[in-house]
């Protein structure tokens, strides 16, 4: 699976759009992107994936770009309750054979929420 | 409906005693992960259960590490003479993603996890 790059941090006025960046430069055509979200002693929380097409459901939009090589999810209206650790990964669509099971977390993006 | 869930939720046990985890994936979810997960850190994948299939292991940091999984049912963990770096927290997640299936993309569902503590 591609190797993904987030900041390790960024902060966020509530009430703001929240834009945490993702790079992936070396994703391949048969991989999505997915964004979880980890909240303080919480399990990952699934945001929202996509494949070529920019993605808007209720928690957030997902914007990539046009060679694939990197993504932003927009957090519309940030509240306090989406300070996180925001996860970018990209994993094969094709599932169940050889070994691709693995769904990278990396250090993810701490997404911290001000008053 | 019920979510993943675990337990126990926390466990101290002794470094050099056994322990073991279970997990309750959603029903219908044919695909069920372990995952570690240290204090500060990102996850680690372990292990991966697809229906009957033979399950991918290659994650596991030992062979003081097993797990099984009946069908689509429950799953545990089993550690092994624990020793402290052991210590995390372990999530499972279920997911009703298919073999073979191509170009369909499915999220896990993660329980709120296990935390071990071994001293």
């Known amino acids: 699976d591609a190797k993904t790059t987030q900041p390790p941090s960024m902060d966020c006025a509530e009430g703001r759009a929240a834009n945490l960046p993702c790079n992936h430069s070396?994703?391949?055509?048969?991989?999505?992107v997915y964004w979880y979200r980890q909240i303080h002693s919480q399990g990952p929380q699934y945001i929202i994936h996509?494949?070529?097409n920019n993605e808007t459901n209720e928690m957030a939009s997902l914007i990539i770009t046009e060679d694939r090589k990197s993504s932003t999810l927009i957090l519309p209206h940030a509240t306090l309750r989406d300070t996180a650790v925001y996860y970018c990964?990209?994993?094969?669509?094709?599932?169940?054979?050889?070994?691709?099971?693995?769904?990278?977390f990396g250090a993810g993006t701490r997404l911290t929420v001000k008053p | 409906g019920a979510g993943v869930s675990q337990s126990p939720s926390n466990k101290v046990t002794e470094k050099g005693k056994d322990v073991e985890l279970r997990c309750d994936p959603i029903?219908?979810?044919?695909?069920l992960y372990w995952y570690r997960q240290r204090l500060g850190q990102g996850l680690e994948f372990l292990i991966y259960?697809?229906?009957?299939?033979?399950?991918?292991k290659s994650g596991l940091p030992s062979d003081r590490f097993s797990a099984e999984r009946t069908g689509e049912s429950v799953s545990t963990l089993t550690i092994q003479r624990t020793q402290q770096e052991d210590s995390a927290v372990y999530l499972c997640?279920?997911?009703?993603?298919?073999?073979?299936?191509?170009?369909?993309?499915?999220?896990?569902?993660f329980g709120p996890g296990t935390r071990l503590t071994v001293t």
């Open positions: 997640a279920s997911s009703l993603e298919r073999p073979g299936l191509i170009g369909v993309a499915y999220e896990q569902y």
């Open positions: 070396t994703i391949s055509g048969n991989e999505y």
């Open positions: 996509g494949l070529k």
């Open positions: 029903s219908g979810h044919t695909a």
């Open positions: 990964i990209v994993r094969v669509a094709r599932l169940g054979v050889d070994n691709n099971n693995d769904m990278r």
């Open positions: 259960f697809q229906g009957n299939s033979a399950p991918d």
